[in-house]
């Protein structure tokens, strides 16, 4: 959406709002097609989404789960669009209430489900989170400011973009593993269709989109959540509150349903922040906010006072954002769906294409190209050993947030470890994260036990 | 089991040189108690833990059953894949993106049990075309321009 | 990219309503780190239109992010030396050639002219007991100082470090990922100060959430009057965070020439000194040889500072 920038220059402020708001909704919705279809992210918040998705599309029901996901990231969107304007100052409160301890805290929950998306076995998941982990540390330092483990080079300045590990990971990897098997079955019509949820789909999917809502709203608010986090919380705990648990991960409109709930609704209330505070909570938040400044527009709690016409006229564009994300979803997901229906061969030189094309977009590197491929190439021998990539991808996705917090944490009280007791939101968020974790480690030795009984 | 003990004697090894990494990175006065290389250690330590239960894990189910291993493709086929991908690196600064792209859609699909036919032909240079409509053309983000400059 | 196929529709709209919007090619280039949005790009874009006033020919924007600005030097250092391809300099370049050693370095870009200084101000929350910067340090005399500065090894983080050594205090410095991050921290009061450019805090000093402490430049901000510069309270430093240009190395006197004579007239532009003005952004015209030899000081300032650190050897 950065790219959209330069073009909105000329335009009325509240012309360009509105039209940097719809595209910020798009571009936040646009990254669980692929996650579906295949099995490719393309936001990290999408990451959720590709457990159940593409269970679905495996079992040829692509074109029914492009439709929950479509329906729940709307009524998310929704949600999130209420909160937003009723909300904002209470808050934007809220926001401040988090400090170094906290963000820590909250880290260390998205982390927490690890055990829940690690299939079969908590070790092989536990060492891919720890391999995730040390690709966040690869980077600048982020208290002393030298380099870690970049090997001098500049490229690796900034870190590995956790985009480039899950597009390895998932898009290529899956590209070397299908080398060499039988092409598939061409899909039926009917498959090849989006199909909205009908009525009875809309009753068993509605506790986990609530579930979604609440935990994005939760996310949204804090300034630098981006959404990751809310998606996977919604989903350990729509499965936690379903009627049929057992059929998350193999294809449940539930598991579509609360992540992308979750990641629609952290769309909206990212803005909170932004809006009130001037802090954006994610790399597309952060292009809207280059758009108000290039317009004169300083966001802050000024904005409601000198350009109300501007903060109603993004309120209207996402609102207009929202439907016509449903509309254009329904009329873009068609061509998508019949795309992946093509003879493989030639499936697969697309997706080739498009995923290095896309990795060049990135910030023009081609050495960012030859990371990708050195995650595909890691994904194949994951895939074959059978260990899970999502505890790496929530490595890579919060190993940052979780080591500069826990050391700006300790700098602030001088080494002191009962920070992080002493501040109520963190224990409080501690205390969720230990619970999920005794509870995980219980399952799994439950699980454990029965398999060799 | 032996691929998960060959798996995990490479975290063991990787957690080993990555410790050995983050014990020689420079003391800084700017630094906190944890330091750059703190959580570095502590997670490099847990690697090797997780790796020797690995290990030990797989030794023992070694013991009961001998599994019965999956059809894959041979490696060859898998790094040839790879290696197409390498050779888009290194080629498209040279022929530009476009023809690149093509290359790579027709290498791609030849690989994967597409026939040399002219419709695959026909498929790889639209495709070419297409990506370059999309990204250069439409989405205005410059890709390697080659010879085309 | 990958993620989003509406935007591209969403954008194949917006080029038919903008008519085509394509932009004309180049005269010359500006290349800056910066990502779109981001605040040398935003400085320079708007700047531009009134540029084209005071200089013939078109310029544009070119961001080439990467590298915290690794691959930005590299390319202009790489570019032929006509002056059509230039460097938006800010100290960030000078950081990140002395931290990590790339290829490319500031020196092997020439100093063109500089253009503005952006001003640093050191700040607390408005509600918070601390009136002035000698309140802070007190404080940090007697118990723990909490500090924060918007990046781990950067202008700011300097400017902290080099306040806590004159004053001979207590006090724990912490980074962050950008200014917004520390504002918030200084909001809720885990901060007893930060610092950062006017710029950044702009929307909550006009909504009366923060107070200025001091001012860390030579002299006080015409905006704020009341605010006294470090030095008058007693702390010697003054820091210059420069926005300029420079160029690949050998560029023609002709050109050099040109940029001389169009800034000074552009500074006094009315309608873009409101601009700067009203962006807190003091003109600091300097003349190529001026900016050379200036530019050769910071470096060697910055590099003694870190290398004193021990964060560099």
């Given at each position: 959406?950065?790219?959209?920038?330069?073009?909105?220059?000329?335009?009325?402020?509240?012309?360009?709002?509105?039209?940097?708001?719809?595209?910020?909704?798009?571009?936040?919705?646009?990254?669980?097609?692929?996650?579906?279809?295949?099995?490719?992210?393309?936001?990290?918040?999408?990451?959720?989404?590709?457990?159940?998705?593409?269970?679905?599309?495996?079992?040829?029901?692509?074109?029914?789960?492009?439709?929950?996901?479509?329906?729940?990231?709307?009524?998310?969107?929704?949600?999130?669009?209420?909160?937003?304007?009723?909300?904002?100052?209470?808050?934007?409160?809220?926001?401040?209430?988090?400090?170094?301890?906290?963000?820590?805290?909250?880290?260390?929950?998205?982390?927490?489900?690890?055990?829940?998306?690690?299939?079969?076995?908590?070790?092989?998941?536990?060492?891919?989170?720890?391999?995730?982990?040390?690709?966040?540390?690869?980077?600048?330092?982020?208290?002393?400011?030298?380099?870690?483990?970049?090997?001098?080079?500049?490229?690796?300045?900034?870190?590995?973009?956790?985009?480039?590990?899950?597009?390895?990971?998932?898009?290529?990897?899956?590209?070397?593993?299908?080398?060499?098997?039988?092409?598939?079955?061409?899909?039926?019509?009917?498959?090849?269709?989006?199909?909205?949820?009908?009525?009875?789909?809309?009753?068993?999917?509605?506790?986990?989109?609530?579930?979604?809502?609440?935990?994005?709203?939760?996310?949204?608010?804090?300034?630098?959540?981006?959404?990751?986090?809310?998606?996977?919380?919604?989903?350990?705990?729509?499965?936690?509150?379903?009627?049929?648990?057992?059929?998350?991960?193999?294809?449940?409109?539930?598991?579509?349903?609360?992540?992308?709930?979750?990641?629609?609704?952290?769309?909206?209330?990212?803005?909170?922040?932004?809006?009130?505070?001037?802090?954006?909570?994610?790399?597309?938040?952060?292009?809207?906010?280059?758009?108000?400044?290039?317009?004169?527009?300083?966001?802050?709690?000024?904005?409601?006072?000198?350009?109300?016409?501007?903060?109603?006229?993004?309120?209207?564009?996402?609102?207009?954002?929202?439907?016509?994300?449903?509309?254009?979803?329904?009329?873009?997901?068609?061509?998508?769906?019949?795309?992946?229906?093509?003879?493989?061969?030639?499936?697969?030189?697309?997706?080739?294409?498009?995923?290095?094309?896309?990795?060049?977009?990135?910030?023009?590197?081609?050495?960012?190209?030859?990371?990708?491929?050195?995650?595909?190439?890691?994904?194949?021998?994951?895939?074959?050993?059978?260990?899970?990539?999502?505890?790496?991808?929530?490595?890579?996705?919060?190993?940052?947030?979780?080591?500069?917090?826990?050391?700006?944490?300790?700098?602030?009280?001088?080494?002191?470890?009962?920070?992080?007791?002493?501040?109520?939101?963190?224990?409080?968020?501690?205390?969720?994260?230990?619970?999920?974790?005794?509870?995980?480690?219980?399952?799994?030795?439950?699980?454990?036990?029965?398999?060799?009984? | 089991?032996?691929?998960?003990?060959?798996?995990?004697?490479?975290?063991?090894?990787?957690?080993?040189?990555?410790?050995?990494?983050?014990?020689?990175?420079?003391?800084?006065?700017?630094?906190?108690?944890?330091?750059?290389?703190?959580?570095?250690?502590?997670?490099?330590?847990?690697?090797?833990?997780?790796?020797?239960?690995?290990?030990?894990?797989?030794?023992?189910?070694?013991?009961?059953?001998?599994?019965?291993s999956e059809s894959r493709a041979p490696l060859s086929r898998v790094a040839g894949v790879l290696l197409?991908?390498?050779?888009?690196?290194?080629?498209?600064?040279?022929?530009?993106?476009?023809?690149?792209?093509?290359?790579?859609?027709?290498?791609?699909?030849?690989?994967?049990?597409?026939?040399?036919?002219?419709?695959?032909?026909?498929?790889?240079?639209?495709?070419?075309?297409?990506?370059?409509?999309?990204?250069?053309?439409?989405?205005?983000?410059?890709?390697?321009?080659?010879?085309?400059? | 990219?990958?993620?989003?196929?509406?935007?591209?529709?969403?954008?194949?709209?917006?080029?038919?309503?903008?008519?085509?919007?394509?932009?004309?090619?180049?005269?010359?280039?500006?290349?800056?780190?910066?990502?779109?949005?981001?605040?040398?790009?935003?400085?320079?874009?708007?700047?531009?239109?009134?540029?084209?006033?005071?200089?013939?020919?078109?310029?544009?924007?070119?961001?080439?992010?990467?590298?915290?600005?690794a691959k930005a030097i590299a390319t202009v250092a790489a570019a032929a030396p006509d002056g059509r391809?230039?460097?938006?300099?800010?100290?960030?370049?000078?950081?990140?050639?002395?931290?990590?050693?790339?290829?490319?370095?500031?020196?092997?870009?020439?100093?063109?002219?500089?253009?503005?200084?952006?001003?640093?101000?050191?700040?607390?929350?408005?509600?918070?007991?601390?009136?002035?910067?000698?309140?802070?340090?007190?404080?940090?005399?007697?118990?723990?100082?909490?500090?924060?500065?918007?990046?781990?090894?950067?202008?700011?983080?300097?400017?902290?470090?080099?306040?806590?050594?004159?004053?001979?205090?207590?006090?724990?410095?912490?980074?962050?990922?950008?200014?917004?991050?520390?504002?918030?921290?200084?909001?809720?009061?885990?901060?007893?100060?930060?610092?950062g450019e006017l710029q950044e805090i702009r929307g909550q000093l006009d909504a009366g959430r923060i107070?200025?402490?001091?001012?860390?430049?030579?002299?006080?901000?015409?905006?704020?009057?009341?605010?006294?510069?470090?030095?008058?309270?007693?702390?010697?430093?003054?820091?210059?965070?420069?926005?300029?240009?420079?160029?690949?190395?050998?560029?023609?006197?002709?050109?050099?020439?040109?940029?001389?004579?169009?800034?000074?007239?552009?500074?006094?532009?009315?309608?873009?000194?409101?601009?700067?003005?009203?962006?807190?952004?003091?003109?600091?015209?300097?003349?190529?040889?001026?900016?050379?030899?200036?530019?050769?000081?910071?470096?060697?300032?910055?590099?003694?500072?870190?290398?004193?650190?021990?964060?560099?050897?």
């Open positions: 959406m950065a790219l959209l920038l330069p073009f909105t220059y000329g335009m009325d402020p509240t012309v360009a709002v509105v039209l940097l708001a719809a595209t910020y909704v798009g571009a936040e919705y646009g990254g669980s097609i692929p996650a579906i279809l295949i099995r490719t992210p393309g936001t990290n918040a999408a990451a959720a989404t590709v457990l159940d998705g593409y269970a679905m599309k495996q079992q040829g029901r692509a074109g029914e789960a492009l439709g929950i996901s479509l329906y729940s990231g709307f009524v998310g969107g929704i949600v999130g669009l209420v909160v937003l304007v009723l909300l904002t100052e209470p808050l934007s409160r809220v926001a401040l209430a988090f400090t170094p301890p906290a963000y820590f805290a909250l880290g260390v929950l998205g982390l927490s489900v690890i055990g829940s998306v690690s299939g079969g076995s908590l070790v092989k998941g536990l060492i891919a989170a720890l391999l995730g982990l040390m690709i966040a540390t690869i980077g600048t330092d982020p208290v002393t400011g030298t380099s870690r483990f970049t090997f001098g080079s500049p490229e690796l300045l900034s870190g590995i973009p956790p985009i480039l590990v899950m597009v390895g990971l998932f898009a290529i990897g899956e590209l070397l593993a299908q080398t060499g098997e039988p092409g598939w079955e061409k899909a039926s019509a009917d498959s090849a269709r989006i199909r909205f949820p009908g009525p009875a789909m809309w009753k068993r999917i509605a506790r986990p989109q609530a579930i979604g809502s609440v935990m994005g709203t939760i996310e949204g608010v804090m300034p630098g959540g981006g959404g990751t986090i809310s998606a996977f919380l919604a989903y350990n705990e729509a499965r936690r509150w379903s009627s049929h648990p057992e059929e998350f991960g193999k294809g449940s409109p539930e598991g579509i349903a609360a992540p992308e709930a979750a990641n629609n609704t952290v769309a909206c209330t990212a803005l909170i922040p932004m809006l009130s505070l001037g802090i954006p909570s994610s790399n597309s938040s952060a292009v809207l906010l280059g758009g108000f400044l290039i317009h004169g527009l300083v966001p802050g709690p000024m904005l409601f006072v000198r350009n109300p016409e501007v903060v109603t006229g993004l309120y209207w564009g996402l609102l207009v954002a929202n439907i016509a994300m449903l509309i254009l979803g329904y009329l873009i997901m068609t061509p998508c769906l019949w795309l992946v229906n093509r003879p493989k061969p030639y499936l697969m030189g697309f997706i080739y294409a498009f995923v290095v094309s896309g990795v060049y977009s990135i910030e023009g590197s081609l050495f960012h190209v030859g990371v990708a491929l050195g995650f595909g190439a890691l994904g194949y021998v994951m895939r074959y050993l059978k260990i899970p990539f999502l505890p790496m991808v929530l490595g890579v996705v919060l190993g940052f947030l979780v080591e500069s917090n826990y050391r700006r944490a300790l700098v602030l009280s001088s080494g002191d470890h009962s920070t992080f007791l002493r501040d109520p939101l963190a224990a409080g968020l501690l205390l969720v994260a230990v619970t999920f974790i005794v509870v995980t480690v219980v399952r799994h030795l439950r699980a454990g036990r029965e398999a060799t009984a | 089991m032996r691929r998960e003990i060959v798996f995990g004697g490479a975290t063991l090894v990787l957690s080993a040189v990555y410790y050995w990494l983050a014990d020689r990175l420079p003391v800084s006065q700017l630094s906190d108690a944890i330091g750059p290389e703190g959580l570095p250690k502590i997670y490099a330590l847990a690697l090797a833990a997780l790796s020797f239960i690995l290990i030990i894990g797989a030794v023992a189910d070694r013991r009961r059953a001998a599994q019965a197409m991908g390498v050779a888009y690196i290194v080629l498209a600064p040279w022929i530009g993106y476009p023809v690149a792209i093509a290359a790579l859609i027709a290498a791609t699909t030849y690989y994967q049990g597409g026939a040399f036919t002219r419709e695959a032909a026909l498929v790889a240079v639209s495709g070419g075309v297409l990506f370059w409509l999309l990204f250069v053309v439409l989405m205005g983000i410059e890709q390697p321009a080659g010879i085309w400059r | 990219m990958i993620r989003s196929r509406h935007a591209v529709l969403l954008f194949a709209l917006a080029a038919t309503a903008c008519g085509g919007g394509g932009e004309t090619r180049t005269v010359t280039r500006v290349v800056t780190h910066s990502s779109p949005g981001g605040g040398s790009d935003v400085f320079l874009r708007e700047m531009i239109p009134h540029l084209s006033r005071v200089m013939s020919g078109t310029v544009i924007v070119d961001n080439i992010q990467g590298g915290s600005g391809t230039l460097y938006a300099t800010t100290p960030t370049y000078i950081y990140t050639s002395l931290l990590s050693r790339p290829e490319a370095r500031y020196t092997d870009l020439e100093p063109l002219v500089n253009l503005f200084f952006d001003p640093e101000v050191l700040y607390t929350a408005a509600d918070s007991r601390f009136r002035s910067l000698r309140d802070v340090l007190d404080h940090a005399r007697t118990g723990p100082g909490r500090w924060g500065a918007a990046n781990p090894a950067s202008l700011e983080r300097q400017v902290m470090e080099q306040i806590k050594q004159k004053a001979g205090v207590n006090a724990a410095i912490t980074t962050f990922e950008g200014g917004g991050d520390m504002l918030l921290n200084v909001l809720n009061h885990t901060l007893d100060m930060g610092v107070r200025l402490l001091a001012v860390v430049g030579q002299a006080r901000l015409p905006q704020f009057p009341d605010v006294a510069t470090a030095r008058e309270q007693g702390i010697d430093l003054a820091v210059r965070k420069f926005r300029g240009l420079a160029g690949p190395k050998g560029m023609p006197a002709e050109v050099i020439a040109a940029w001389e004579a169009a800034v000074p007239k552009l500074l006094e532009d009315p309608a873009y000194r409101k601009l700067y003005m009203d962006n807190s952004l003091q003109p600091g015209y300097m003349t190529h040889a001026e900016y050379v030899a200036f530019m050769q000081k910071f470096g060697a300032d910055t590099q003694a500072f870190l290398q004193d650190a021990g964060v560099i050897e």
